[in-house]
């Protein structure tokens, strides 16, 4: 029963969704405002349908209803209820399903939120916001059903008959007992079995499906051919908040690779973390883009290429990992749906393409202002521009240009893995860097160099103060300290423009700094919480310099009360506890260590090595120990060797310098964020009050 | 009978020298020279040719660990890093390096980036540069767009 009303459900969000892309369109072309209502309603039924299949799939893998498929292939009786749950995106089946729903989700929130203020942009983009929900749930339906069942077909042999899946119970088949299901279900891949990994996949999903808004509304802009600046206003703030989770999710998979893969790193240049780094790139992008196009009129033709391209990097990003095109420990198994991907990844590229050269080809996109300074804010951005395109560029070869190039026209397989990455990305990340520091700092309209070098002068004198900090810690690798002395500029300029604010404020109003500070961000959040952004980024190019400039590591084999001496540290192997179980099944190799620094024990770590019996393919994880301060992580993994033993065991031993920066810097990053999305209507609303009463124009420096 | 002993002599030589000579040509070269992060240094170049983008030095499986047990093997031999990674590419293809070490392979991967990136910084100057140049442009709105506009803002002043 259950699996029929998911499957059900998910039929009527299909038709649903597919209604309301015909009703909007026809209605908005014949301007009939009832059947534009109907399209509406319609997508808010397909959400209502949506949530009905995911939350039954759900309920499935709760109650462990094994005859279902998915569930049986991603849950186990032994499993907790936590990993249950979060086994919905265990798997390809499930994670369209909910991906289908966070779709549907973010398509009713932009529908009822900017109904009224943007109504004549709304058909088109449910029209186009539906098409593409429409498209994931037919991938379910088509290919990757989560509600098929087991069933048997009995043929009087002594395996009992043939094993078939499917919804409906085929004719003169039975139901597998239900004790037979429950002792062979697979239970979710071990490597998932993670904190970070049950919260890592939501956010990325949400960061991806998030995207789909401002791709709507650029669609239905183009569309309708309603391009003044509505649809930048309709999308800024959806792009924040996908972003926001797309930001979140990269850094919760840095921090999973971290504690699970073993390798003692965050980033691995993998193929399908790059595919989620290359819509990021693009939509950071265009965030500063579109403030041109608000600001200036200008760039409209650009800002479009931009939005698309997030989407349409998004969508290839799925294909990529989904379809089996590359292979990495992130990537599902391969699939049937990759050529439909493949197919609607390229129609969607090529309509939207089509659709701008089209709208142009109008003159409808035509720039309102030219550029007057070669050091004005907008040149500035669109340098910005110039090198995220060149890193998306240079990754997206890397990632899938040349492997797939090589393999289809030189006859040849090649990876670029780290060494290439290595090689190309540095120099692009620190011009990246630069513009982060110079940029804030000039004018819109016009700006000269005079003027940006004597507002740039504090923060290049704190940046060489704080040098001295990295030469005091021993630091002299030139490269380092360069690399160090254009993050930090970057820093000290977004702390530098809030403290001339806060001052402004101060003495204008002889406030004390912090409620200054508060009103400042209350008026201008999205200026404060893009300082806060680019500090966040700033702290985590120190980290992301130091762990991976100066790592240290060694791997050695330890018998019970050997000691190793690295980087200044001991770590003495104490104890092993081996073969110890789990309550979810797993058995567990401890190792004791001991780590000691200038004869004192700091910390006693227990990196050990998990297995999974019963489970196919990827079984055990490895989870670290670590010793984390400021200053470094003292990182110890536990190898699978032949010698590990109650005598003697191999460990990796890493030193990471400044690696907790990346993820401190990773929260000030999210929180700056949190800020920049705050509505400023909702925060002019509540100083307006205070504002009446005292009405002081503040002198905020540079205007945003 | 002296000939026949002479000859029995030298056949029993012969005989004697062969395992002589095999235990000198089998010696077993002294693995316990090479530690592991010698082995590392070099598996760290290398991919897993089995497991797409694993690095060989991380990777855990049985296959990965008699590679590197190979590595060890090569390194006790003499061989230097440069002649071990060859060896991989020889045997596993290009995939097995994080850049390929054919020289147009190598070459056409690092280069086409850079020639992209300039052609993309190229067109964003040369943009910079016309725009500068032309005079503003005063956009003439077609009456449904300025229709839409205020259409717009009467509907947020009514959405409050």
Known sequence: MLAEVGYIALWLAFIFAIYAIGSSVFGEMRHQEKIVLSGRNASILAFIFMSISTGVLEYAL???????????SVTNPQMPMFYRVTSLWGSQAGSIVFWSWLMTLFSVLATVLNWRSHRRLMPYAIAYMMAATAFFIGLSLAFENPFARWWIIPDGSATGGEVVSAVFQPAGAEAPSAASLASSAKGLNPLLRHFGMAIHPPMLYLGFTGFLIPFAYAMSA???GELSTNWIKASRRWTLVAWLFLSLGLLLGGRWAYDVLGWGGYWGWDPVENAAFLPWLIGTAFLHSVMIQEKRGMLKTWNMFLVIGTFSAVIFGSFATRSGLVESVHSFAR????????????????????????????????????????FSREALFVLNNIIFVALFVAIFWGSFGAPIISELFMDTNITLGTDYFMMVTPPLFAALYILMGVAPLSAWGVSSIRRLGKSILIPVVLSILSLGIFLLMGVTHIGALIGYFIVLLAGWVALYETYRSVRSRVRAHGENPLSALWRIASR??????????????????IGVIGSTLFQVETQRTLAVGDSVEIGGYVLRYDQFDGGQISADGRLMDIANLTVIRDGQELSTLRPRRDFFPGTEGMNTMTIAGAHSTLENDFYVILLPSQEMSAQSATFRIYINPLINLVWWGGLILILGTIIATVPQEVMSTQTRRRLQHAPVPVAAGTGD | MRKTLLIVLLILV???????????????????????????????????????????????????????????LQLADGLSEQAIIDDFVDRFGERVVGTPQDPTLRNLSLITPWVIALLVAAGGLLAIFSWRRRPDVVVEEDDQTQCSELHDILERDLAG
């Open chain 1, 524 to 541: 201008n959040p999205r200026r404060y919480g893009g300082y806060m952004i680019h500090l966040g980024i700033s702290v985590i190019g």
């Open chain 1, 222 to 224: 183009l569309a309708s």
């Open chain 1, 335 to 374: 699939s049937e749906i990759g050529f439909p991907f493949f197919l609607f990844w390229f129609l969607l590229t090529i309509i939207s393409v089509g659709l701008i050269m089209w709208r142009r080809g109008q003159g409808l996109l035509r720039d309102e202002h030219r550029f007057t300074s070669m």
């Open chain 1, 62 to 72: 709760i109650t462990e209803q094994y005859q279902i498929s998915y569930v049986w």
């Open chain 2, 14 to 72: 012969a005989v004697l020298a062969v395992p002589v000579m095999a235990q000198v040509d089998t010696t077993a070269p002294d693995l316990s020279a090479i530690s592991d992060d010698e082995v590392n240094s070099v598996a760290k170049q290398l991919y897993c040719p089995v497991c797409e983008n694993i690095p060989l030095d991380v990777c855990e499986t049985a296959a990965c660990q008699d590679w590197r047990y190979e590595i060890r």
